[in-house]
């Protein structure tokens, strides 16, 4: 049974890098066509989608957060990784790794939704 | 960007009433659209996906409709475990990104 857990810092400081891993269990993060994203939630803004990377190593972000973002994966962990920078209180949030796939067939594309989703970590931007 | 909007915000409802929630997005998503629940202090849970096509394990008192511009999520009769907060969200390949609405909250009345 595929599971994600999420780790990191609670606190950070404002100006500082917002550093957490996604531990995955249950299935290779490199083995399988699935994509895996941060996902993050604030009471003022609700569910907002952050970055996701492609088991091959394709990136894509929320072009709202782009400039300040990175996420890469570790195979050899099986885990993947969010760097926000330059983080203000804006950036406190809960922050939830999760999985999905997305079948593609030309100019066509299915997507099944982000059906394994980790318990999420609470982490505060504040000095 | 597209940009979802789900109405209404909150939803008071009796237990065993048919409630149907709306999402509505900004410009066609075609059918690339997912359902969730959400409870207080869990994550979200996938209930939709491809509009109308629930995932495993859902009961069949859940149902999605709609395709473009204009969904719908349906629970036929609502019972006690599924006052929550219910998020729709689409998926587009070009460029590949997420976009979630607002939510609706459905309240027992």
């Known amino acids: 049974q595929l599971q994600l857990r999420e780790s990191g810092p609670g606190l950070v400081k404002p100006s500082e890098t917002l550093s957490l891993t996604c531990t995955v269990s249950g299935d290779s993060i490199s083995s399988s066509s699935y994509y895996w994203a941060w996902i993050r939630q604030t009471p003022g803004k609700g569910l907002e989608w952050v970055a996701s990377v492609y088991y091959s190593g394709g990136t894509y972000y929320n072009p709202s957060l782009k400039s300040r973002v990175t996420i890469s994966s570790d195979t050899s962990m099986n885990q993947f990784s969010l760097n926000l920078t330059s983080v203000t209180a804006a950036d406190t949030a809960v922050y939830y790794c999760?999985?999905?796939?997305?079948?593609?067939?030309?100019?066509?594309?299915?997507?099944?939704?982000?059906?394994?989703w980790g318990q999420g970590i609470t982490v505060t931007v504040s000095s | 960007e597209i940009v979802m909007t789900q109405s209404p915000a909150t939803l008071s409802v009796s237990p065993g009433e048919r409630v149907t929630l709306s999402c509505r997005a900004s410009?066609?998503?075609?059918?690339?659209l997912a359902w969730y629940q959400q409870k207080p202090g869990q994550s979200p849970r996938l209930l939709i996906h491809?509009?109308?096509t629930r995932a495993t394990g859902i009961p069949a008192r859940f149902s999605g409709r709609g395709s473009g511009t204009e969904f719908t999520l349906t629970i036929s009769r609502l019972q006690s475990e599924d006052f929550a907060v219910y998020y729709c969200?689409?998926?587009?390949?070009?460029?590949?990104?997420?976009?979630f609405g607002g939510g609706t909250k459905v309240v027992i009345k």
């Open positions: 969200q689409q998926y587009t390949s070009r460029p590949p990104g997420l976009t």
């Open positions: 491809g509009a109308s």
């Open positions: 999760a999985k999905y796939q997305v079948l593609l067939g030309g100019d066509y594309h299915y997507y099944y939704g982000l059906d394994v």
């Open positions: 410009q066609s998503v075609t059918d690339n």
